[in-house]
């Protein structure tokens, strides 16, 4: 069945201008028109918002970010709150957060203000390229879910049907890199997650309005270290000198990709992303380099691999540690071998919940005559802040955001015509979960 999911042909979506109103209630009716009437309000704030540069290293510009959401949610009568990022050296999260007098469902919905592009990238503005589409840093990942996300709850709020929610709402400063430790750096979002029975991400998954997630792989960093008897090359194979450390890195790596055990798990992947070998080795974790001393006629003493490693559960993750494990002590002669596994994302799988959701949400989006909605395949989005709520809640998806391509690149392109459609979908789908629809 879950497999099956995956692999379901996308539907038709019908882009009508209108909704189908005979599918909606009165409230939800008004809700469509509001976010109609105020999407040129909506644009404004996306692009004030993606002209505002927010690389998450440049923290001040995060947190300006943060300001001018924050006045938004505190517009909509919103508590907010900044949680300062010092202690795991980001800029910080900011917290919304509305209490509802006859709240009925409490909901977690999670966004972030950081980019990958910092200052010194020469992407730094909203542009128009046609009349639906428009570049900019983090136009899709994430700002225009942030703005989505806030005229989903204005709808909710001029219908009078935000009384029935109790929200709170998660904007991270570290999504695209995150704080260390994580435990430090993810705690806001998990304990706003073990309040929640439920929770939204506004990510824009795959970048196709057509889809969501109800399952993303973790991600996790794996280092390989390996050390060899150093000699001249001519006695390499000696019983006393053996293979060297780089052979014995190239013997594990070859391992890992032909093994059948790790190459045959549905949604597992495992790469190594950087290697360096040779005499001596300088590694700097802090930028990500490591450089190496060797001449061609010495046995190599070190060697280092890093890479990483992406599952789509906790037991998959664990049976793939083992294995890769098991494999790295097969040392060749004359060799030794250790890996270190680091904490990262975890896996969020397509649980019975998260399925219920999505079904909800499709049902949301023929109502508006916008097209049923399908699961993204696991292996075409990455890792995202909603994975660190989904063990704490009864159903998750995740993908609710703006629309668009090239995501992470100079090229990033938002869909515009996703804006008001994603806020319709959104506001629909919370307001029939406070109505007990679950």
């Known amino acids: 069945m879950k497999k099956l ?5 996308i539907a038709l979506v019908v882009l009508s201008a209108r909704p189908a109103l005979s599918a909606l209630s009165n409230s939800e009716e008004r809700m469509a028109d509001f976010i109609d009437r105020t999407n040129p309000a909506a644009l404004e704030l996306l692009i004030e918002s993606v002209n505002l540069n927010s690389g998450t290293m440049n923290l001040a510009g995060v947190r300006k970010v943060g300001e001018l959401f924050s006045a938004e949610f505190a517009a909509l009568d919103f508590d907010v709150e900044w949680v300062d990022g010092a202690p795991f050296e980001r800029a910080g999260h900011l917290l919304a957060r509305y209490r509802g007098s006859d709240a009925q469902v409490k909901v977690l919905l999670i966004g972030h203000l950081d980019t990958v592009f910092e200052p010194d990238s020469p992407f730094q503005t909203f542009t128009r390229v046609d009349g639906d589409n428009a570049t900019g840093p ?3 990942d994430m700002k225009g ?3 989505i996300m806030l005229r989903a709850l204005a709808a909710l709020r001029d219908a009078g049907a935000l009384e029935q929610l109790d929200v709170t709402v998660v904007l991270t400063g570290d999504e695209e890199l995150s704080g260390s430790p994580l435990a430090l750096s993810k705690q806001a979002l998990v304990e706003a997650a073990r309040y929640a029975d439920l929770a939204i991400g506004f990510e824009n998954g795959d970048g196709d ?8 792989r973790g991600s996790s960093g794996w280092s390989l270290s390996v050390s060899g008897t150093p ?9 006393d000198i053996g293979s060297g450390a780089i052979y014995e890195a190239a013997r594990i790596l070859y391992s890992f990709h032909e093994d059948e055990a790790l190459r045959g798990e549905q949604y597992l992947t495992f790469n190594p992303g950087r290697i360096a070998g040779g005499t001596t080795l300088r590694n700097n974790e802090a930028d990500n380099t490591t450089s190496a001393f060797g001449k061609s006629n010495v046995v190599a003493e070190s060697a280092r691999v890093e890479g990483d490693i992406r599952a789509l559960s906790a037991e998959q993750l664990a049976r793939a540690q083992a294995r890769m494990a098991e494999i790295v002590a097969e040392n ?22 998260n399925l219920r959701l999505l079904e909800l949400y499709s049902q949301v989006s023929e ?7 399908t699961a993204v395949n696991p292996l075409r ?12 809640v009864e159903m998750a998806i995740d993908g609710l955001g703006m629309s668009g391509t090239e995501g992470h690149t100079v090229h990033e392109t938002g869909y515009l015509p996703a804006l008001p459609m994603q806020a319709k979908r959104a506001a629909l789908l919370l307001h029939r979960l406070a109505g007990g629809q679950r």
Do not use: C, K
Not at 209 to 216: E, I, K, L, P, S
Not at 367 to 373: E, H
């Open 145 to 147: 879910g942030n703005v």
């Open 381 to 392: 989005a990455g890792a995202a802040d909603i994975s660190f709520a989904a063990d704490y």
């Open 231 to 239: 000699a001249h090359s001519s006695q390499v194979f000696r019983e």
């Open 367 to 373: 109502d508006l005559g916008f097209g049923a909605v």
């Open 138 to 140: 983090g136009i899709a």
């Open 209 to 216: 309005y057509r889809t969501a997630n109800v399952a993303r």
């Open 332 to 353: 060749l002669p004359g060799t030794s071998a250790s890996i270190r596994f680091d904490e990262g994302y975890p896996p969020m799988a397509p649980a019975p919940g």
């Open 5 to 9: 999911l995956w692999h379901l042909t």
